[in-house]
């Protein structure tokens, strides 16, 4: 293959997600409300029905779910999926392997913000103890970031948002060596295969056309308990 990338088409991630039916505070079931900072992210509604609040610069919005929905956002929005019955989704993760790199921030309340190290004893689940005590990890990293998320839904002018934004920044410099490293051999390389087929078929050269390949693959992990409920994940590259 061209430039020998053989990930999922365009350099994308995939997962099947089954949404948290967890009861929170506010009496809504759902996920943890997080951002991506260079990643958009895809919805494709495949059963069940529900919402995703959003956050951003430009204010609040709630989009409803339903089979057949398909529903993506850009780096920056803060969202929390909303499970009104059963919904399940798969989800298309721009960049294969920086969302796995922790291209997401949790909304949790300042003082958890403030370095690397603080940010991962809240934020951690363990992996080898029990499913149980996995879940209550899972849920009261869900009911941290909560209560941060209320906060800046709750705050009068940009700058709380901004500085939510700039702290997330602070917290995944370390890793953008990794970040830039992995997107390179990733969505970089399968859209650089792309423009050296063209140039090859400019030329009348249809060699690339015999490298033909076929893939295919099972979940590498299923039923992980991830920041929007449990899921079945695809390596894909």
């Not at 956050?55 to 929905?69: F, I, N």
């Not at 370390?174 to 970040?179: D, G, V």
Request: net charge negative; aromatic share 6%; hydrophobic share 40%.
């Amino acid at each position: 293959m061209v430039s020998g990338y053989e990930g999922l088409p365009g350099g994308v991630a995939l997962s099947h997600l089954s949404v948290y039916d967890w009861p929170a505070a506010d009496g809504v079931c759902g996920g943890t409300p997080h951002m991506h900072l260079t990643c958009s992210e895809a919805y494709v509604v495949t059963g069940g029905r529900g919402a995703v609040q959003t956050l951003t610069a430009s204010g609040y919005e709630v989009t409803p779910l339903a089979p057949g929905t398909v529903a993506w956002f850009t780096p920056g929005t803060i969202h929390r999926l909303v499970n009104e019955d059963e919904l399940r989704i798969t989800v298309l993760m721009q960049n294969n392997g920086l969302p796995e790199a922790g291209d997401a921030v949790l909304t949790l309340p300042a003082e958890y913000l403030t370095d690397p190290e603080t940010y991962a004893a809240a934020t951690r689940i363990p992996v080898d103890v029990p499913e149980e005590e996995r879940e209550r990890a899972a849920r009261a990293r869900r009911d941290l970031a909560l209560e941060g998320y209320r906060a800046l839904r709750e705050a009068s002018g940009p700058e709380p948002l901004a500085a939510f934004h700039r702290a997330a920044a602070a917290l995944v410099r370390p890793r953008l060596a990794q970040w830039r490293a992995r997107w390179e051999r990733g969505a970089r390389a399968a859209a650089a295969a792309t423009g050296e087929q063209l140039h090859r078929l400019e030329r009348g050269d249809v060699s690339h056309l015999a490298d033909a390949g076929v893939w295919a693959e099972r979940p590498s992990e299923s039923g992980k308990f991830g920041m929007c409920g449990r899921l079945d994940v695809y390596k894909g590259d």
